[in-house]
């Protein structure tokens, strides 16, 4: 207790499910509480100083290991797969990414191949040694998309649906959670203390962009939430410009701002004919642009003393 001339500063220690803080806010004279400790208990760097290292099929995200997560929005044909995973591992990709369940803002555009894609993406993923990362959009398909990716993907529309957060949290797969285009940094360390406190510990982050008020970009691309969300917690966060600017020309030096603001990855839509692609064509880059930014972002790794993981000797 501090009692000063005109307020009385009352200080409690204690558990925070026992101490009911908007209890003590309703509390006749009482003007303000403030929490000490961040609400995201196992999400913060308080309660695990050491950064931590997420372990995907082999690939490694944290610490000095940096991600570079490739390929095209939704899961194409089976070659052309298979054409884009050849070319974006050549060029140091270490994780393929392709959507079979898409969040599309229209019920008319395509929804992704479902559990055919899946398929697809996993054998071609195993057969260019790629661990496999795709988006699970409905608490009841979480069992099914586990079965088939190595990491389970949280779109940003989906970021604070809790059942699905619930559920990825109760699966033994790696999830990667995309930041809301209206969520604070808050918002997602949150969510993402959702999915620890259900017993899953391998959680990425991924800034991907916020609504802005300029439709130059497709979003606003935070790269200041980089070493913020470092400061708070000790998971990884990765970048993902694509996302972000919707733009070519805009993704390489948005990709190389994140790596040097900090990020543990950086996530790439890569599409070899972008205007035949069954999603967000417009902001693939072509494997050639795709190899430049790599090869930047791989020289840059090295000066900040990282390194883009190298695939897995083997993946089973
Ligand atoms: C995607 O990765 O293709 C996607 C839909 O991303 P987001 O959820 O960030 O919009
Ligand atoms: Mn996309």
Redesign the pocket.
Known sequence: LSRGTYRTIVGIIGDESQIVVESIRAIPGVAKVVPVLPPYKLASREAHPESSVIDVSGVKIGGNSVALIAGP?SVDEEDRMHRIAERVAAAGANIL?G?AF??RTSPYAFQGLGEEGLKRLRDVGRAHRMPVVT?VTDPRLVSLVAEYADML?V????MQNFALLNEVGASNRPVLL?RG?SATVNDLLMCAEYILSKGNPNVVL?E?GIKGFDPATRNLFDVAAVPLVHQLSHLPIIV?PS?ATGKPDLIPACALAGLAAGADGV?L?VHDCPEVAK??GPQALVPEQFAEVASQMKGLAELLGKTISPLPETIS
Do not use: F, T
């Open positions: 929005c990414r959507g898409k969040p988006e993907q779109g940003a529309r989906n995309k285009m991924c991907r993902d996302h996530h839509e999603s967000d």
